[in-house]
């Protein structure tokens, strides 16, 4: 019984904010920031590809959980994403050779186009539809 309530919890929780362009974005800076940076030691870094891919990817991974708590500011938190993950193919090692970059890219997207849903509205096909030959 109890793990029936918090499930319940966790999908109202997960369905009130772009959960899905978090988690893919989070994914997708984790994938900038670490994919490059393995094989390099913390005292040998390649200059400022190095430092990009950590400043690039660390701001993406921290926008995705951002989103989360902030489902407000998801417009603005899409768009920097985005452009984050852009510059972080010129700056970091194609952007975490193409697959952080990708993946923060469909992220990004994803909290852009998040719309929180409407309690008090009905579904179109809950709605009686117009008889024929009268207007409204």
Same mark, same amino acid.
């Given at each position: 019984?109890?793990?029936?309530?918090? #499930?319940?919890?966790?999908?109202? #929780?997960?369905?009130?904010?772009?959960?899905?362009?978090?988690?893919?974005?989070?994914?997708?800076?984790?994938?900038?920031?670490?994919?490059?940076?393995?094989?390099?030691?913390?005292?040998a870094?390649?200059?400022?590809?190095?430092?990009?891919g950590?400043?690039?990817?660390?701001?993406?991974?921290?926008?995705?959980?951002?989103?989360?708590?902030?489902?407000?500011?998801?417009?603005?938190?899409?768009?920097?994403?985005?452009l984050?993950?852009?510059?972080?193919?010129?700056?970091?090692?194609?952007?975490?050779?193409?697959?952080?970059?990708l993946?923060?890219?469909?992220?990004?997207?994803?909290?852009?186009?998040?719309?929180?849903?409407?309690?008090?509205?009905?579904?179109?096909?809950?709605?009686?539809s117009?008889?024929?030959?009268?207007?409204?």
């Amino acid at each position: 019984m109890r793990s029936e309530l918090s #499930w319940a919890r966790w999908g109202r #929780w997960r369905r009130s904010r772009p959960f899905w362009g978090g988690l893919v974005s989070l994914a997708g800076g984790l994938t900038i920031l670490l994919l490059p940076a393995n094989y390099f030691t913390v005292l040998a870094l390649p200059g400022v590809a190095g430092l990009a891919g950590f400043l690039l990817g660390g701001l993406i991974a921290a926008m995705g959980p951002l989103s989360w708590f902030l489902p407000e500011q998801r417009v603005v938190l899409g768009i920097a994403i985005v452009l984050l993950a852009l510059a972080s193919f010129v700056y970091s090692n194609l952007g975490g050779f193409l697959i952080g970059m990708l993946l923060s890219i469909i992220g990004g997207s994803l909290a852009f186009a998040w719309k929180p849903s409407t309690q008090g509205s009905t579904p179109p096909h809950s709605q009686p539809s117009p008889t024929p030959g009268t207007y409204p």
